[in-house]
Nanobody, 124 residues
Framework: QVQLVESGGGLVQAGGSLRLSCVAS????????MGWFRQAPGKGREFVGA????????NYADSVKGRFTISRDNAKNTVYLQMNSLKPEDTAVYYC?????????????????WGQGTQVTVSS
């Protein structure tokens, strides 16, 4: 099993940047894919992006391509979500997730483990 701890959320002005971190512990991560999701008030959980731990392959939602970047640090067992050119519509609770399914799926139901979520607020 895997335990995930998120950090890095906060308040930022439109056009600014934030970097979210997710520290993973437990089973080896070599067999896992890691995903980022977000949920705005009154809306469902939306796929943001994912990374396969073994080779670093990534997949992004169209809404964030060119602005957000997912990366990993093997030594720190940490995945990052670098968010640039933030817009007010990016405001949401952001979640880190992990799955043993190695295909980079976009469906939240494919992920077995979840962090607690961290609030990102983008002001105009």
């Amino acid at each position: 099993q895997v335990q995930l701890v998120e950090s890095g959320g906060g308040l930022v002005q439109a056009g600014g940047s934030l970097r979210l971190s997710c520290v993973a512990s437990g089973n080896t991560l070599g067999n896992y894919a890691m995903g980022w999701f977000r949920q705005a008030p009154g809306k469902g959980r939306e796929f943001v992006g994912a990374i396969r731990w073994s080779d670093g392959s990534t997949n992004y939602a169209d809404s964030v391509k060119g602005r957000f970047t997912i990366s990993r640090d093997n030594a720190k067992n940490t995945v990052y979500l670098q968010m640039n050119s933030l817009k007010p519509e990016d405001t949401a609770v952001y979640y880190c997730a992990a799955t043993t399914v190695l295909v980079l799926r976009t469906n939240p139901s494919s992920y077995n483990y979840w962090g607690q979520g961290t609030q990102v607020t983008v002001s105009s």
